[in-house]
């Protein structure tokens, strides 16, 4: 047996309540199932808003009507004139306008009769899913779960009581041998008050069922592909987990993520039952189980999750340290009246911090200067303050356990992107890492740690940092540049940890820049946040289009102004092939200024100043083979050896150009020789490539190259060379 469960957005958009009977008409082919629905998307919403117009005695109904049409127009498309169905809605909608006109003559509206209100959305679409089924000749039936689903009296937030509800959900179905069609979301007290489970209760209530039932697997069925590795409004790159264990499932949920909640994880772990998240809109796709082994995984960490706004509470005090009792007299205030999200506490005991919801600082501030006021008054304990606008990141996976450097990566990475990590905790199971940062620096902060962990598609080995390149482009091929950067460095590197970005690109006439709006301080919040290969901010598609008119000028100083805020961090890479004598000009700034420059070796022959440079060790870097440019007489690349030569490779694609080479060659240590090395040169006729050789005049030393005439080949030979770059140059 398998527990479908269908959310609002499953069963309220437009055409998705004949996804969902396709897909309950097919699972059925294989095997016995159960389903449970949700209200039509923004239902729920729109009945807590007419009874408390009804407390006020507003007299406006036009939220109700609308319900009744949406309800009777979805009964007509997928069901015709079904008279019986007809009747039934039109009860339910009946019933609910009586409740809202005596909730409107008390001008009372208490949480018990708005559970009663609320649970008519429910009632109503599964009335309605349970007859298309039947039309469609799956014999179903409307089931109200109030008839087994019992509750504790905390209206709005009920907890179910197993020991009444295990036995009455088994005998229902040992009972009913139809396919129920249950509504999600709502129980009943012992003496039949109807309540809600509060957020998530339709899963819940899926949960409980396939907990008692020992269903084969519990379905919750979605808008999504299932769990993501973070969430995709704000971080580029996210993808589908394939499997996550409870523990995962729950940690992830607590910390923010809303396709699954916490309280759905305990029945179906109880029962090792495994949940499945599934996409209404997209059934072939596979989603994400859950599941008490937690499955293969080539990551260190699973996923990321955070709580966009929280308030820190910190208590402390030179004289707490050592005294026993404190904590527990903080907890004890707390109880029942705060929920406390996390908990940080230095191992000198001087301070305890607490994370809890905006709206409970002020309220746990008060209870706690109130519990420990003579210690206050004494001068023992400072007074309660409260830091706001913060937000919490946490990081969550099973493989985290015992893995020597994965928090040590995550410091290192905020630390370097100027994000401010001011309180953190990790439980002894390892399963979570949470830190407490600015608000203002959540976004960032996650897409840093996604970029780390995930970006290159490979497990990251965590003993290598991630490599970060910005590019500037200065090409009258800049789409080929952008084309084969986002493809064939993908596809040579795929086994390292780069993150690329490319920031700036122009030809002749025009350009286009991302550019820092924000204070030096922030720069790293838009600008230094390195994306994953397979999202550039600039691609080939899109780079023309939002392009404008060149000021070369103000290109540089946009390269100059990003790299004097991201020294030591990022390797930022001016790739000219424009062979500009203005671009060139530009070349012993740009050095100065810490960034590598690629380009051909004509716009270095002859400028004095950059060969200086090179002979001092200031970084030249440029393709070892594969250069292909209209005006390139050959590619230069130079490292120093440990006795400070500099040694050349030189390559030509134009024999008519040799005589540069013969001289550039014959000076490999700056002197004015004439007859230094031998240079051969010639066209292979096997392949599109030039061969050249250098040998030197005792012959001791010889070296060969070929250079093929394609830009796929020149890409990632340029970032081999990137790569040979010392970190924090």
């Known amino acids: ?26 699972s059925a082919k294989e095997g016995h199932v159960a389903i449970v629905a949700s209200a039509l998307c923004g239902v729920t919403d729109s009945l807590i808003k007419l009874a408390n117009s009804a407390k006020v005695r507003n007299s406006d109904m036009t939220t109700y009507y609308t319900l009744v049409q949406r309800h009777f127009t979805l009964c007509m498309q997928l069901a015709g004139s079904d008279e019986q169905l007809s009747a039934s809605v039109t009860a339910l909608l009946e019933e609910l306008k009586h409740t809202l006109e005596g909730v409107k003559i008390l001008k009372e509206l208490s949480p018990r009769t708005l559970d009663l209100i609320m649970s008519y959305g429910e009632k109503l679409s599964c009335t309605i899913l349970a007859a298309v089924l039947r039309a469609r000749g799956l014999d179903a039936e409307f089931c109200d779960a109030q008839k087994f689903m019992f509750t504790d009296d905390v209206f709005g937030n009920a907890t179910v009581d197993y020991e009444a509800t295990t036995p009455a959900v088994r005998q229902w179905f040992n009972n009913n041998k139809k396919v129920q069609v249950v509504t999600g979301f709502s129980g009943c007290t012992s003496s039949g008050e109807t309540t809600t489970l509060g957020r998530g209760g339709g899963d819940l209530t899926a949960s409980v069922l396939g907990a008692i039932l020992n269903a084969e697997c519990i379905e919750v069925w979605t808008d999504v592909d299932g769990v993501l590795t973070a969430n995709p409004k704000v971080v580029d790159g996210t993808f589908v987990i394939n499997t996550l264990s409870y523990e995962e499932a729950m940690e992830l949920s607590y910390f923010g993520a809303k396709v699954i909640y916490a309280p759905t994880m305990a029945p179906a772990m109880r029962s090792s039952v495994p949940i499945r998240i599934r996409n209404t809109f997209n059934p072939p796709a596979p989603g ?64 305890i911090c607490l994370a809890v919801a905006p709206q409970d600082g002020e309220k746990a501030r008060t209870l706690i200067n109130r519990e420990f006021e003579r210690e206050m008054e004494k001068g023992f304990i400072d007074e309660v303050t409260l830091h706001t606008n913060l937000s919490i990141v946490a990081i969550v996976g099973s493989q985290m356990k015992r893995v020597p450097g994965v928090a040590g990566l995550v410091t290192t990475m905020m630390g370097e992107h100027g994000c401010n990590i001011i309180a953190l905790a990790q439980g002894s199971s390892e399963l979570n890492m949470s830190m407490v940062l600015l608000k203002e620096d959540l976004h960032s902060a996650i897409q840093h740690i ?158 004095k100043e950059l060969q200086d440079m090179l002979l001092h060790k200031r970084f030249m870097w440029s393709p070892a083979s594969g250069f292909t440019l209209s005006t390139c007489t050959a590619i230069l690349s130079y490292r120093s050896s440990d006795a400070d030569e500099l040694q050349i490779k030189l390559e030509s694609h134009n024999s008519a150009l040799l005589q540069p080479l013969h001289a550039l060659a014959a000076c490999p240590c700056g002197s004015p020789s004439s007859d230094g090395c031998k240079v051969s040169f010639q066209e292979s006729s096997s392949d599109a490539a030039y061969c050249l050789s250098i040998t030197t005049a005792d012959e001791e030393t010889s070296i060969s190259c070929k250079m093929n005439k394609d830009l796929p080949s020149t890409v990632p030979q340029i970032f081999r060379k990137l790569l040979s770059i010392p970190s924090g140059i």
């Open 450 to 607: 996604h970029d780390a962990f995930f970006a290159t598609g490979v497990s990251r080995n965590i003993r290598e940092p991630v490599r970060s390149f910005h590019i500037y482009i200065s090409s009258n091929r800049t789409g080929e540049w952008l084309r084969y950067i986002a493809s064939k460095v993908k596809e040579t590197f795929k086994d390292k940890n780069l993150n690329i970005k490319i920031l700036g690109a122009c030809d002749a006439k025009k350009m286009r820049l991302v550019e820092c709006h924000q204070s030096p301080s922030r720069v790293s919040d838009q600008v230094v946040r390195a994306t994953s290969i397979q999202s550039l901010d600039i691609d080939e598609d899109s780079w023309e289009e939002l392009a404008e008119e060149l000021d070369m000028n103000r290109f540089i100083d946009s390269l100059k102004y990003h790299r004097e805020f991201v020294k030591g961090r990022v390797v930022t890479v001016f790739l000219d092939d424009r062979n500009s004598e203005e671009n060139a000009a530009c070349y012993p700034d740009l050095l100065q200024n810490g960034a590598v420059v690629v380009t051909s070796n004509t716009c270095v022959w002859g400028r």
């Open 1 to 26: 047996m398998k527990v479908l469960k269908f959310g609002g957005t499953s069963v309220g958009k437009d055409g998705a309540l004949a996804k969902v009977v396709d897909i309950v008409l097919d």
């Open 288 to 351: 994400t189980m859950i599941r008490k082994e937690p499955g293969d995984n080539k990551f260190q960490i699973r996923a990321i999750s955070s709580i966009d706004d929280i308030t820190l509470v910190v208590l402390q005090g030179s004289d707490m340290v050592g005294i026993p009792g404190v904590a527990g007299r903080l907890f004890s205030v707390l109880s029942g009246c705060v929920n406390v999200i996390l908990i940080s506490q230095a191992s000198s005991e001087h301070s």
